[in-house]
């Protein structure tokens, strides 16, 4: 009976585990991590240029060579001093093997023909910038040029430069091959660098599938940030992509062999926070991903079991955004890709964690919900944007941000954000994906660093011997041939174009001796003390041969460029004189004089100047936010705060004062106007253009100087364009102008509107007469504080001070009370002014006698005897007093 229930027993639990194993099963598969489905790409080819046998690289995949193989470059020039030709790297330790050690490198074009299917493809472009034996040129002389089909990757490109002091760099871009059709891709060196030359180490073409990042028609609508409301990009197949980042938002970085099939890597987003507390997420393996919202190739696994929070603290994350920062090219569209996935177990439903999402300042959600988006906990997915990155005075690059901020309380459960992954493209302007190359860092160049010795220790001290007294060696001889060479040159015209360049210059070194600098050459008649004298191949080699990728600014004298001297460690602004200019040599070397003798924080500084083989150049400090006028109209510059436009003036103000008050003699400007002031890094403002600049009266007896009128239309004083006599004043009437541009953010002269406001001094003294001036100031101008009721009480009792005093200066003009005809009921404030109108019907008015403020009497008024403007006595002595210069002598001049 017992042996029966003991069987009966074990028959039952069999059953039961028999009927468990199902549940079982299903709980543990739960928690197993499941793998994302592979993209298998149709093509996938990788060419390991300059190579004869191709190789594997570190993650197993193999290469062809490009040397005698279906990938030979097809050439331009038949010459073979010029044809393209394989090359293995003098220094190899620091790199991959493959695709890195070998490149094809060439001084004319060259071309690979790729025959693929139709599609949407990867391409890949693999350098490594350093020292190749076949050529002697060294590696920074490669600039060129790259096209995919009809698109131009890159322009006047400089891997060395782009790679910004890592060892090599990869670009990709993805563009659309059409049926039929061969991938030519294109390197040409550029032609304004002497002895330029194009390489390319690897090149990698891999297939992506259908629409993985581009639109399929109007389903798949991108929302267009900052445009019109409902605005939507369609990124169709006409577009190519540049990839500028690729993020795993809160993990390490991901392997090409890692990825879904298409090689992409993904980087750390640690290098692009701008605060250093915000949470990581633990790795959640055990979450099972369900793609039912995009095709799980998308991105690898690790991107969506791994994120990036605020983290827990409500009263913190409520108090700034979570903000990563991201340098783009200016003057391109972007598309961002936000990757996102909630597994945390916390949230599982709608409203547990809703924050705002904004882009370059854009905003892009209010109420960014995954579990909203996704349906659920564990469900990637992702969400596309375009944002406009338009171009801000000189600046090549500027900050693209993406930032989060937890959403209202009553929004959502928990304060908090999420992001997962992030990818950035640079769309192409038409054809065009090229952008300027970076300002140059001074590093080691890369790659030269010595191999480490591997042989025993006798040996490694033999080695070690013979290289210190080497170097020792080199080192003597290389003095001995400075101090001769230092000597020649003391004798010796500079004036010669050996076609130096400072590329060359801060690639090995970054100290600047006094050879670098030119002396004055035999051909030139202007003296050497007043400035640095630069010979025309230093200036050619600061410009990359006046490269006009380097031109900031076009002007009546000619072109300016940035450039980079003593070694690229200083930026420099170069003028350059163009020959058809109605400026020539007298403007050169007024300027020269003129500026070489002054020195203040609000003028321009000048460096030198070059008069090499009938070239006249002028070299001065950089002013990084360019020109007054980029800032004011006709710009996608943000506009200026009214405190900046404020310091901006008086800080011009104080500049023209030193001309007038401060230098030995009173120096008239002549050109005073917006693109003559510039804008430093820290927005101070230079007065800069002294070629028209001129001397003012050095006799007692004269108040003016005759001379021939000069200067720029809508600025010019009227008296002196009249009478031809050149006063100070008339750089105060010009200054005027500019005041009024800066206020009302339009030129001085507008041809496209109704007669009255053709001219923006007339128009302003006639909405000035009006009481109209809100009509012309720049509507950006807005306030940013309401006032309080005390405020406006306080306005009303200075109003009625104001009135007051007017009043008493009537009954004491008058001898008597005011009459009513001497007060104006309905503009007590309003100037009283007298229009004048000359031959021409140039409107000009004149201020009566108004008080200032309750608390002055001195007056300013204008008479109009012969034709003549000038102050009367009151005015005089409070312009005479020091208001905004350093001068010690409060009477000035």
Known sequence: MEFTSKILTSFCLQSLLFLMFPCLFLFFIGHLSVPVAAYTPIENITIDCGSSTGGQSTDGRPWDGDVNGKFTPLEQQSNNNKSSVPSTALTQNSVEQVPYITARLSRSEFTYSIPLTAGQKFIRLYFYPTTYPVFNDPYNKAFFSVKAGPYTLLKNFSALLHAQGQVTLIKEFCVNVDESQRLNLTFTPSPDISDSFAFINGIEVVSMPTNLYYTAGTKDEVPFLGQAEGRS???????????????????????????????????????????????????????????????????????????????????????????????????????????????????????????????????????????????????????????????????????????????????????????????IFKLSNGVDLSGPNPDPILLSPPGNSPPVPTKSNNTSKTII?????????????????????????????????????????????????????????????????????????????????????????????????????????????????NPESQQGAHEFKTEIEMLSQLRHLHLVSLIGYCNDEGEMILVYDYMAHGTLRDHLYNTENAPLAWKQRLQICIG??????????????????????????????????????????????????????????????????????????????????SFGVVLCEILCARPPISRTVEKAQISLAAWAQQCHRRGT???????????????????????????????????AKLKSVNGGAATEADIDEEAPFKSQSLELEDDSGDVFSSLGDHVLNSKSTSTFSLTTSDDQSFASKDSERLLSKAVFSEIRNPEGR
Not at 242 to 258: A, M, W
Not at 305 to 316: C, D, P, S, W, Y
Not at 565 to 571: E, H, N, Q
Not at 663 to 685: F, G, M, P, S, Y
């Open 652 to 733: 011009a103000a104080r500049g023209l004062h030193y001309l007038h008050s401060g230098a030995k003699h009173i120096i008239i400007h002549r050109d005073v106007k917006t693109t003559n002031i510039l804008l430093d890094e820290k927005w101070v403002a230079k007065v800069s253009d002294f070629g028209l600049s001129r001397i003012g009266p050095t006799n007692m007896s004269k108040a003016h100087v005759s001379t021939v009128v000069k200067g720029s239309f809508g600025y010019l004083d009227p008296e002196y364009y009249r009478r031809q006599q050149l006063t100070e004043k008339s750089d105060v009437y």
């Open 233 to 423: 990009y369609f990124l169709e197949n006409n577009t190519a992509l540049e990839r500028v980042y690729r993020l795993n938002v809160g993990g390490n970085q991901i392997s090409p062999g890692d990825d879904t099939g298409m090689f992409r890597s993904w980087s750390s987003d640690d290098d692009y926070l701008t605060i250093a507390n915000p949470s990581v997420l633990p790795v959640n393996n055990s979450v099972n991903l369900t793609f039912s919202n995009i095709p799980s190739f998308s991105a690898p696994r690790d991107v969506y079991v791994t994120a990036r929070t605020m983290g827990l603290n409500k009263t913190e994350n409520d108090k700034y955004n979570l903000t990563w920062e991201f340098p783009v090219d200016s003057g391109f569209n972007y598309y961002v890709r936000l990757h996102f996935c909630e597994f945390q177990i916390e949230v599982t439903k709608q409203g547990d964690r809703v924050f705002e999402i904004f882009l370059a300042n854009l905003t892009a959600e209010t109420q960014a919900d995954v579990i909203t988006w996704s349906t659920g906990n564990g469900f990637p997915v992702y969400r596309n944007y375009v944002v406009a990155i338009g171009r801000n005075g000189n600046q090549k690059q500027q900050n693209l941000s993406v930032a989060l901020h937890p959403a209202p309380t009553w929004r959502t459960l928990y304060s908090d954000a999420i992001l997962n992954g992030l990818e």
């Open 773 to 807: 001036l809100y009509k012309i100031i720049d509507p950006f101008l807005r306030g940013i504080e309401r006032p309080s009721m005390g405020d406006v009480v306080w306005g009303l009792e200075f109003a009625l001070q104001l009135q007051e005093s007017g009043e």
């Open 465 to 577: 011997g013979i290289v210190v007294g080497a170097i020792a060696s080199l080192v003597v001889l290389s003095l001995i041939c400075f101090l001769i060479f230092r000597r020649k040159r003391r004798v010796k015209d500079s004036g010669s174009n050996d076609g130096a360049s400072w590329w060359s210059q801060f690639s090995f070194t970054t100290k600047t001796t006094k050879s670098t600098k030119s002396t004055k050459s035999r051909g030139s008649s202007l003296p050497s003390d007043l400035c640095r004298y630069f010979s025309l191949s230093e200036i050619k080699g600061a410009t990359n041969n006046f490269d006009s990728v380097f031109i900031i600014g076009v002007g009546g004298f000619g072109n300016v460029y940035k450039g980079f001297i003593d070694g690229g460690a200083t930026p420099v602004a170069i003028k350059r004189l």
